[in-house]
């Protein structure tokens, strides 16, 4: 029996390992190495098999990697008796194939993800669901009414909620490089804006890249306008930092960090489309921010490249404060469970200290901080993920949102629109490097936490893991 929050009993981890002992042992039965023509099985339960395909789309759907929801789904085959299981996940799609042994042909059924809505709440849900399944805390009756509750369970903030969590992302942005309180309040402004604009667009069939681009035009046309007005009157704005914070707000630190996790594990359809999907999210921010940009430039607006907003390698307060803020409204706005802001902002803190201690100390290039913080933040959040039996996205994507490339992005734009292209063209090759190194580095710090302990979702183990055996790994 679960306690109230719906964790597995106090001896649990004895439990677990038991559960990677018997998945050890009997591994064979879910490849096709364990075929066997003598062995004669009764069908598997269409339930079971309805149960595990909604529940990988149901993560897959909400924000979760590649690799967890096939862990998942082999899981729930083991639990529910569903032999000689194999599980096909990419980006849209997902297969679950059961052969029942004998003469009886195999069982195959698919799902495919049509509507993406991130919600790490739901998530963890889901994974709770499975855990307990996997330990036999669940049977498929109980199961079943577990996920359908899930599927209609309300987020832990209401919508308003989140739009505002999606403001104080720009907002926080704007405090931490700088702008002041004016600065903060139109970044929030224009964010909400920008983010209601993109609504309104869905709503209408319009694509999510001109979603995108007519969000990124909102705010840039409100922080030209504001940079304009402060020119004007002599007011000394960090007008800037209203497009950066709008910026960081719409980067895809979501699609990044999983392409690579993606890539990593061997899941290389999944991998390419989650890669392809963030640089259509970058094309879209840059076409919008730079359409401005250029008609600011042409209309006489100043914009000075030696005085563009940036944090640079700074830790007073006001920065620290930034980044943490930065971190848990990001994670606000992917609907992560209340328990764990004060650990995000944490790691938020964490990682921006680990790269403006490296900048400013050691002299190091941005992109070496990057990594170097992002490796400590993948470290910590698979630690604690594994600790908390919770999934690790939620750790992760908002805990590297301060480094995410603002800056550098605005700053390719600028000089883009000065004529300056070769410039341009560096600072933005330059962003596009700090983005794959904080996806990079996160992983990396998975890698080094699964490289000295064993177990992951539903306690599978190392062994379990296909990529790690498909080249030397064999032997």
Known sequence: MSDKRGRPPSGEDRMLSRMRDWRARHERELTPDGFDDEDERPLPDARAIDLVLRVGELMLASGEGTEAVSEAMLSLSVAFNLPRSEVSVTFTTITLSTHPGGDQPPITGERVVRRRSLDYFRVGELHTLVQQAALGLLE?????????????????????????????????????????PIVATVAFLAAVLGDR???????????????????????????????????????????????????????????????????????????????????????????????????????????????????????????????????????????????????IGLLGVMIWVIYAGMGSLLQVPPVVGTVTGAVAVGVVGHWLARRTRRPVLPYLVPSIAPLLPGSLLYRGLIEFTQGTAVSGLLSLVEAVMVGLALG????????????????????????????????????
Do not use: C, H
Not at 156 to 169: A, M, S, T
Not at 448 to 465: D, E, H, I, P
């Open 197 to 343: 604009t993109s609504v309104f667009l869905a709503r209408r069939g319009v694509a999510e890249f001109y979603q995108m681009t007519a969000a990124a035009m909102v705010a840039a046309t409100i922080g030209v306008g504001l940079l304009w007005v402060s020119s004007e009157m002599d007011l000394g704005l960090q007008a800037g930092a209203i497009i950066t914070g709008n910026i960081m707000a719409l980067l895809p630190g979501r699609p990044l960090v999983a392409s690579l996790q993606d890539g990593i594990s061997g899941s290389y359809v999944s991998a390419a489309a989650r890669l392809l999907e963030t640089f259509f999210i970058l094309g879209a921010i840059v076409s919008g921010v730079g359409a401005i940009a250029y008609t600011a430039v042409r209309l006489g607006v100043s914009i000075d490249l030696d005085n563009l907003p940036s944090a640079g390698t700074s830790m007073e307060v006001p920065v620290l404060l930034g980044a943490a803020g930065i971190a848990i409204a990001f994670a606000i706005s992917l609907a992560v469970p209340t328990r764990m802001l004060p650990t």
């Open 140 to 180: 498929l009756e109980d199961a079943a009414a577990r996920l359908e509750q899930v599927r209609r369970a309300k987020t832990p903030y209401p919508n308003w909620v989140i739009v505002v969590g999606f403001g104080l992302i720009a907002s926080s942005a704007g405090v931490m490089m700088g702008g002041g």
């Open 440 to 475: 990079a580095g996160v992983n990396l710090g998975g890698e080094l936490v699964r490289a000295f302990q064993r177990g992951g979702l539903a306690g599978a183990g190392m062994r379990s893991r296909p990529a790690a055996r498909r080249t030397r790994g064999g032997y």
